[in-house]
Protein backbone atom coordinates (compact mmCIF):
# COMPACT_ATOMS: atom_id res chain seq x y z
CA UNK A 1 0.00 0.00 0.00
CA UNK A 2 1.46 3.30 -1.14
CA UNK A 3 1.86 6.09 1.51
CA UNK A 4 0.23 8.96 1.92
CA UNK A 5 0.62 12.25 3.34
CA UNK A 6 -1.73 12.88 6.17
CA UNK A 7 -3.97 16.28 6.17
CA UNK A 8 -3.61 16.92 10.07
CA UNK A 9 0.37 16.68 11.04
CA UNK A 10 1.60 16.12 7.80
CA UNK A 11 3.26 13.16 7.88
CA UNK A 12 3.13 10.32 5.73
CA UNK A 13 1.14 7.46 6.74
CA UNK A 14 -0.49 3.95 5.24
CA UNK A 15 -3.88 4.45 4.59
CA UNK A 16 -5.92 1.33 5.67
CA UNK A 17 -6.66 -1.09 2.97
CA UNK A 18 -10.24 -0.94 3.64
CA UNK A 19 -10.30 3.26 3.41
CA UNK A 20 -7.72 3.79 0.24
CA UNK A 21 -9.04 7.30 0.35
CA UNK A 22 -7.94 8.21 4.16
CA UNK A 23 -6.43 11.65 4.64
CA UNK A 24 -5.99 11.61 8.05
CA UNK A 25 -2.98 9.06 9.59
CA UNK A 26 -4.30 7.21 12.80
CA UNK A 27 -2.97 9.94 15.79
CA UNK A 28 -5.34 10.81 17.82
CA UNK A 29 -4.64 14.39 16.97
CA UNK A 30 -5.83 14.00 13.63
CA UNK A 31 -8.35 11.85 14.01
CA UNK A 32 -10.26 14.90 16.24
CA UNK A 33 -9.32 17.27 13.26
CA UNK A 34 -10.66 14.95 10.69
CA UNK A 35 -13.45 14.72 13.18
CA UNK A 36 -14.06 18.47 13.59
CA UNK A 37 -13.66 19.13 9.49
CA UNK A 38 -16.23 16.62 9.24
CA UNK A 39 -19.07 18.44 11.54
CA UNK A 40 -17.62 21.53 10.10
CA UNK A 41 -18.52 20.66 6.80
CA UNK A 42 -22.03 18.88 7.76
CA UNK A 43 -23.21 22.29 9.82
CA UNK A 44 -22.52 24.59 6.51
CA UNK A 45 -24.57 21.79 4.65
CA UNK A 46 -27.32 20.11 6.80
CA UNK A 47 -29.49 22.86 8.37
CA UNK A 48 -31.30 20.05 10.51
CA UNK A 49 -27.73 19.02 11.76
CA UNK A 50 -27.00 22.73 12.53
CA UNK A 51 -30.60 22.82 14.33
CA UNK A 52 -29.95 19.34 16.03
CA UNK A 53 -26.69 20.47 17.15
CA UNK A 54 -27.85 23.78 18.52
CA UNK A 55 -30.34 22.42 20.57
CA UNK A 56 -28.46 19.96 22.30
CA UNK A 57 -26.03 22.78 22.97
CA UNK A 58 -29.02 24.35 24.65
CA UNK A 59 -29.84 21.31 26.85
CA UNK A 60 -26.25 21.34 28.04
CA UNK A 61 -25.91 24.50 29.34
CA UNK A 62 -29.31 24.15 30.70
CA UNK A 63 -28.28 20.74 32.97
CA UNK A 64 -25.09 22.70 33.27
CA UNK A 65 -25.60 26.80 34.09
CA UNK A 66 -22.60 27.47 35.56
CA UNK A 67 -19.98 25.59 33.43
CA UNK A 68 -18.88 28.21 31.17
CA UNK A 69 -18.54 30.79 34.27
CA UNK A 70 -16.54 28.71 35.98
CA UNK A 71 -14.73 27.95 33.12
CA UNK A 72 -14.07 31.60 32.02
CA UNK A 73 -12.97 32.17 35.45
CA UNK A 74 -10.28 29.60 35.93
CA UNK A 75 -8.81 30.84 32.25
CA UNK A 76 -8.67 34.25 31.61
CA UNK A 77 -6.56 33.68 28.68
CA UNK A 78 -9.68 32.16 27.08
CA UNK A 79 -11.99 34.81 27.60
CA UNK A 80 -9.56 37.30 26.61
CA UNK A 81 -9.18 35.69 23.49
CA UNK A 82 -12.87 34.44 23.02
CA UNK A 83 -13.51 38.46 22.84
CA UNK A 84 -10.94 39.52 20.58
CA UNK A 85 -12.59 37.00 18.00
CA UNK A 86 -16.28 38.34 18.65
CA UNK A 87 -15.35 41.43 18.00
CA UNK A 88 -13.30 40.31 14.80
CA UNK A 89 -16.44 38.55 14.07
CA UNK A 90 -18.64 41.66 14.67
CA UNK A 91 -16.22 44.12 12.30
CA UNK A 92 -16.23 41.36 9.57
CA UNK A 93 -20.28 41.39 9.97
CA UNK A 94 -20.04 44.88 10.03
CA UNK A 95 -18.42 45.44 7.10
CA UNK A 96 -20.50 42.84 5.14
CA UNK A 97 -23.51 44.46 5.83
CA UNK A 98 -22.07 47.52 4.46
CA UNK A 99 -20.38 45.88 1.22
CA UNK A 100 -23.33 43.93 0.72
CA UNK A 101 -25.51 45.06 -2.48
CA UNK A 102 -28.89 43.87 -1.68
CA UNK A 103 -28.97 45.19 2.16
CA UNK A 104 -29.90 48.92 1.93
CA UNK A 105 -28.34 50.96 4.88
CA UNK A 106 -31.79 51.60 6.85
CA UNK A 107 -32.94 55.05 7.73
CA UNK A 108 -32.54 55.96 11.12
CA UNK A 109 -35.99 55.05 12.57
CA UNK A 110 -36.21 58.59 14.34
CA UNK A 111 -34.60 61.81 11.82
CA UNK A 112 -32.24 64.46 14.16
CA UNK A 113 -34.13 67.02 14.73
CA UNK A 114 -36.11 68.89 17.44
CA UNK A 115 -38.75 67.47 19.13
CA UNK A 116 -41.00 67.97 21.70
CA UNK A 117 -41.17 65.74 24.42
CA UNK A 118 -44.45 65.45 26.88
CA UNK A 119 -45.62 62.66 29.54
CA UNK A 120 -48.07 60.53 28.69
CA UNK A 121 -50.54 59.85 31.60
CA UNK A 122 -53.40 57.57 30.50
CA UNK A 123 -56.50 59.50 29.94
CA UNK A 124 -54.79 62.68 29.53
CA UNK A 125 -52.53 62.60 26.59
CA UNK A 126 -50.33 65.74 27.53
CA UNK A 127 -51.05 67.43 31.21
CA UNK A 128 -49.11 70.41 30.25
CA UNK A 129 -45.57 69.18 31.75
CA UNK A 130 -43.53 69.67 28.16
CA UNK A 131 -39.80 69.67 27.40
CA UNK A 132 -38.10 70.32 24.00
CA UNK A 133 -35.38 68.09 23.38
CA UNK A 134 -32.66 67.60 20.83
CA UNK A 135 -32.67 64.17 19.24
CA UNK A 136 -29.31 63.39 17.14
CA UNK A 137 -28.89 59.91 15.71
CA UNK A 138 -24.90 59.31 16.99
CA UNK A 139 -25.01 55.54 15.37
CA UNK A 140 -26.85 53.51 12.82
CA UNK A 141 -26.55 50.02 15.16
ZN1 LIG B 1 -1.49 13.03 11.13
Not at 63 to 75: E, I, K, N, T, V
Not at 89 to 95: I, P
Amino acid sequence: MESKQCAGCGKSFHPRPQRPDQRFCPQPACQRARKRQWQQQRRQRDPDYRENEARGGRLWRQCHPDYWRAYRQAHPDYQERNRAQQSERDLRRATRLLTNGDVSVRDPLVPSGTYVLSPVVPGNLANGDVWTVEIRVVSME
